[in-house]
């Protein structure tokens, strides 16, 4: 397996895989279609504040992460968000998802802090999370929508 950054190539693959993700238990809502496809036109013209990974076997794409890049005062540093981690569901629980965290991790060695979010309704990613050192914060999200 290998683990790269996202390329042209894979509009379909990641386009497909963001459907898949925000109809599973990883997320609480769906989004517009579109978003997949604005989200992929950034991650192609570049942004300092997105990255995605890919990992794949014999060319073809596995898993993706999808990260946000910020700068949190609190860490003291770079905060690299892992906004969206979706391994296939056939190799689940095969060490894709540890593989693809510390690919995210040794891509930024100098990052303050790597922070993720995790539903109730998914408790194997949740195990998996812990047992990779993440620990829960006692805060409790709220966004306001445009």
Same mark, same amino acid.
């Given at each position: 397996?290998?683990?790269?950054?996202?390329?042209?190539?894979?509009?379909?693959?990641?386009?497909?895989?963001v459907?898949?993700?925000?109809?599973?238990?990883?997320?609480?809502h769906?989004?517009?279609?579109?978003?997949?496809?604005? *989200?992929?036109?950034?991650?192609?013209?570049?942004?300092?504040?997105?990255? +995605?990974?890919?990992?794949?076997?014999?060319?073809?794409?596995?898993?993706?992460?999808?990260?946000?890049? *910020?700068?949190?005062?609190?860490?003291g540093g770079? +905060?690299?968000? &892992?906004e969206? &981690?979706?391994?296939?569901e056939a190799?689940? !629980?095969?060490g894709? !998802?540890?593989?693809?965290?510390?690919?995210?991790? %040794?891509?930024?060695?100098?990052?303050?802090?790597?922070r993720l979010?995790v *539903?109730d309704?998914?408790?194997?990613?949740a195990a998996l999370?812990? %047992?990779l050192?993440?620990?829960?914060l006692?805060?409790?999200?709220?966004?306001?929508d445009?």
């Amino acid at each position: 397996m290998q683990i790269r950054s996202i390329q042209a190539s894979d509009r379909d693959y990641f386009v497909q895989a963001v459907h898949s993700f925000y109809h599973s238990p990883a997320v609480c809502h769906d989004i517009p279609a579109q978003n997949a496809e604005r *989200t992929f036109e950034l991650l192609m013209h570049g942004s300092p504040y997105a990255d +995605c990974l890919i990992a794949e076997e014999d060319g073809r794409p596995l898993a993706y992460c999808l990260l946000a890049l *910020t700068w949190s005062n609190e860490a003291g540093g770079l +905060c690299v968000w &892992l906004e969206e &981690l979706m391994v296939d569901e056939a190799l689940r !629980g095969k060490g894709v !998802g540890s593989k693809m965290i510390a690919a995210v991790r %040794a891509a930024y060695p100098d990052a303050a802090r790597f922070r993720l979010e995790v *539903t109730d309704e998914n408790p194997r990613a949740a195990a998996l999370y812990r %047992a990779l050192g993440f620990e829960n914060l006692p805060y409790r999200q709220m966004v306001i929508d445009r």
